[in-house]
């Protein structure tokens, strides 16, 4: 009869086994040492249109190199398109990536935001600061305080707000989601391999995210350590990413980094983007 004291030997014999072989030992670089690999741990939110799909080349480039990878799709957007509503706004999407830290007790990450994800990862970093290891804007929108996705970056006058929100809207004639734009407005080729790819998963977008202010009432991601990264081959049109890349390279507590690719970088360069990402 096997007892609980034989499961209990056996299971210490296999745990033993495990730990003296040579491929347990290996670090991160392929070298032996004492030690198990050490692990970092990266959350990237997707923008606009997109979905967790899209960092597919990147999340596998993160994982062979050892580290664990979150890829979460934000409610109403790709497999998770089925729940549009109009009632998803700026503050549902803070709270998909405030959940995937709480259930998968995420902490010491490093927080990476695309596009409008940048609006998310602001408002996540209010409020869980303390387990962020350092923030990364792809791209990305920087907002302060009270700000739309339409009113964050260079200063533009009233109407010219009101001309931008007038143009999401017929983007969303049912008033509830813009529709999509095709691959080549967001940097990637039409000859490029992934064109057709991110055609067919890209989805309508939620309009009320781009129009909910933002709060920040403990100064967003101010304070922690943040890198901004600008796509500039090209550059995305009428966005305000090459604004913000320029007033984070005047700030000492910025990193600032251009990458010579589309705004899709993690399509269209994730081995340099990946690079980049392994670096923090």
């Given at each position: 009869?096997?007892?609980?004291?034989h499961m209990i030997s056996a299971a210490a014999s296999i745990s033993a086994a495990v730990l003296a072989s040579p491929a347990w030992a290996?670090?991160?670089?392929?070298?032996?040492?004492?030690?198990?690999m050490r692990k970092t741990r990266f959350l990237l939110v997707h923008g606009a249109w997109h979905g967790g799909w899209c960092w597919r080349d990147v999340a596998a480039g993160l994982r062979e190199a050892g580290h664990e990878v979150f890829t979460p799709t934000l409610t109403g957007l790709g497999e998770r398109a089925h729940l549009l509503s109009p009632e998803i706004g700026l503050q549902t999407h803070v709270d998909d990536i405030l959940a995937v830290i709480r259930f998968n007790e995420l902490?010491?990450?490093?927080?990476?935001?695309?596009?409008?994800?940048?609006?998310?990862?602001?408002?996540?970093a209010d409020k869980v600061r303390d387990k962020i290891r350092h923030i990364v804007y792809?791209?990305?929108?920087l907002p302060r305080d009270g700000e739309t996705m339409i009113s964050q970056g260079a200063p533009r006058s009233a109407d010219m707000?009101?001309?931008?929100?007038?143009?999401?809207?017929?983007?969303?004639?049912?008033?509830?989601?813009m529709q999509a734009f095709p691959p080549e407005f967001l940097g990637i080729p039409k000859n490029h391999p992934g064109y057709r790819w991110v055609a067919r998963h890209m989805t309508p977008h939620p309009l009320k995210t781009w129009l909910d202010p933002i709060a920040l009432p403990n100064g967003g991601s101010a304070g922690l350590p943040r890198t901004y990264i600008h796509?500039?081959?090209?550059?995305?049109?009428?966005?305000?990413?090459?604004?913000h890349y320029d007033q984070t390279s005047k700030d000492i507590e910025w990193t600032s980094l251009t990458l010579a690719t589309g705004h899709d970088a993690m399509v269209t360069a994730p081995h340099a983007l990946t690079r980049i990402l392994r670096s923090l």
């Open positions: 009869m096997i007892t609980r004291r290996k670090s991160a670089t392929g070298e032996t040492s004492g030690k198990a902490e010491d990450f490093i927080l990476v935001g695309h596009s409008y994800g940048g609006m998310v990862i602001s408002g996540v792809l791209d990305a929108a707000l009101a001309a931008t929100e007038q143009q999401l809207r017929a983007l969303a004639p049912e008033g509830i989601a796509c500039n081959a090209p550059v995305l049109p009428n966005s305000s990413f090459g604004w």
